[in-house]
């Protein structure tokens, strides 16, 4: 049943010009399948660490402790006037080699890895701006009330400020999860195996260079939707009654 869907796929295609024949061959149908999930697997782990990484650079930068703070805003300025590719091979050829050298070979951390932490701190230290300015627009108001309730500073940070500079912050927050969602396709650069890497490696062998990239785009273009999707859901969930009107 499946051949024969992909048979006529690989049919229906051809008068427009389009080669998708690589489907019909066993190796690298799976080989593009699991391109797809190794991309889908690095969307999964880089969100959620991106967003940890972004609250606690963003707690950082507020603390109003100049050890902190000033460290970190060197951070961040580094880190999102470098290109992710450079932060990337740096991370892997040079600190990955000299943790190895001193693990001697036992190095714990993968090529997959890697690209998960650096994509993920890269867009931390943009989720961390918006937060700041989240947390910088909470009504003084609200943080005179806070104060009267005997509320410490972390408290006043963890309970009123972050939960509200969340609501604030979202629509930024979700247009950088976007674009982290298309720059896990770095990984390629490293020859992790995720889609657009195993799509290079079919078209190496094969004529279909237009073919891979027109389902590359599709793919992302779906995965950036499903993220969009779901943070319109929560800015409609976590709306503030009444606020801005």
């Given at each position: 049943?499946?051949?024969?869907?992909?048979?006529?796929?690989?049919a229906f295609a051809?008068?427009?010009?389009?080669?998708?024949?690589?489907?019909?061959?066993?190796?690298?149908?799976?080989?593009?399948?699991?391109?797809?999930?190794?991309?889908?697997?690095?969307?999964?782990?880089?969100?959620?660490?991106?967003?940890?990484?972004?609250?606690?650079?963003?707690?950082?930068?507020?603390?109003?402790?100049?050890?902190?703070?000033?460290?970190?805003?060197?951070?961040?300025?580094?880190?999102?006037?470098?290109?992710?590719?450079?932060?990337?091979?740096?991370?892997?050829?040079?600190?990955?080699?000299?943790?190895?050298?001193?693990?001697?070979?036992?190095?714990?951390?993968?090529?997959?890895?890697?690209?998960?932490?650096?994509?993920?701190?890269?867009?931390?230290?943009?989720?961390?701006?918006?937060?700041?300015?989240?947390?910088?627009?909470?009504?003084?108001?609200?943080?005179?009330?806070?104060?009267?309730?005997?509320?410490?500073?972390?408290?006043?940070?963890?309970?009123?400020?972050?939960?509200?500079?969340?609501?604030?912050?979202?629509?930024?927050?979700?247009?950088?999860?976007?674009?982290?969602?298309?720059?896990?396709?770095?990984?390629?650069?490293?020859?992790?195996?995720?889609?657009?890497?195993?799509?290079?490696?079919?078209?190496?062998?094969?004529?279909?260079?237009?073919?891979?990239?027109?389902?590359?785009?599709?793919?992302?273009?779906?995965?950036?939707?499903?993220?969009?999707?779901?943070?319109?859901?929560?800015?409609?969930?976590?709306?503030?009654?009444?606020?801005g009107q």
């Amino acid at each position: 049943m499946t051949e024969s869907l992909l048979e006529g796929w690989v049919a229906f295609a051809r008068p427009f010009g389009l080669n998708y024949a690589f489907v019909l061959d066993a190796g690298e149908r799976v080989a593009f399948v699991r391109g797809l999930w190794v991309t889908l697997q690095l969307c999964a782990a880089s969100i959620p660490v991106s967003l940890v990484f972004g609250v606690l650079i963003a707690a950082g930068l507020t603390s109003g402790r100049a050890w902190l703070t000033r460290p970190l805003t060197a951070l961040v300025e580094l880190t999102r006037n470098t290109p992710t590719l450079v932060q990337l091979y740096c991370a892997f050829l040079v600190l990955n080699m000299l943790i190895s050298q001193k693990l001697e070979g036992g190095n714990p951390i993968t090529p997959f890895m890697w690209v998960v932490l650096v994509v993920a701190l890269h867009k931390a230290v943009f989720h961390a701006e918006a937060l700041r300015a989240g947390i910088e627009a909470v009504p003084g108001v609200t943080l005179e009330a806070a104060r009267s309730l005997a509320f410490s500073r972390g408290e006043i940070l963890w309970r009123v400020q972050l939960p509200l500079a969340l609501r604030f912050a979202l629509p930024a927050l979700v247009n950088n999860l976007v674009d982290l969602v298309k720059m896990t396709a770095i990984a390629s650069a490293i020859a992790v195996g995720d889609v657009t890497y195993e799509s290079i490696m079919i078209w190496s062998q094969r004529d279909n260079v237009l073919e891979l990239l027109l389902l590359i785009l599709l793919y992302f273009g779906l995965l950036t939707w499903v993220v969009s999707v779901a943070g319109r859901w929560l800015e409609n969930r976590l709306r503030m009654p009444g606020y801005g009107q």
